[in-house]
């Protein structure tokens, strides 16, 4: 069984940061990519930043230049720094877990933390 605890969101003002960090337990296999999603009311959930297990990385073009993910692979953690937050990025965001077995990704092995409030005032 895989767990993914979030922590880190909260309330800041325009222009302030906010770090989230993400830790998973369990059964972790050593290729996975792990990354973070938001959901703001009435719309998608939407990517935001995921990374690799090798260090490979991918943005959304939103967070581009304001946001970036990082991990420790030995903590099983994935770390997001966001810079120069805006209103617009103000949503739930959600830390996910897919493992690789033989080099494909599993679809029986991902995983979702349970959310993290990041509220943006203007």
């Known amino acids: 069984q895989v767990q993914l605890v979030e922590s880190g969101g909260g309330l800041v003002q325009a222009g302030g940061s906010l770090r989230l960090s993400c830790a998973a337990s369990g059964s972790i296999f050593s290729l996975n990519v792990m990354g973070w999603y938001r959901q703001a009311p009435g719309k998608q959930r939407e990517l935001v930043a995921t990374m690799f297990s090798a260090g490979s990385t991918n943005y959304a073009d939103s967070v581009k230049g304001r946001f970036t993910i990082s991990r420790d692979n030995a903590k099983n953690t994935v770390y997001l720094q966001m810079n120069n937050l805006k209103p617009e990025d103000t949503a739930t965001y959600y830390c996910?877990?897919?493992?690789?077995?033989?080099?494909?990704?599993?679809?029986?092995?991902?995983?979702w933390g349970q959310g993290t409030q990041v509220t943006v005032s203007s």
């Open positions: 996910k877990l897919q493992q690789l077995r033989g080099g494909e990704f599993d679809p029986r092995a991902v995983y």
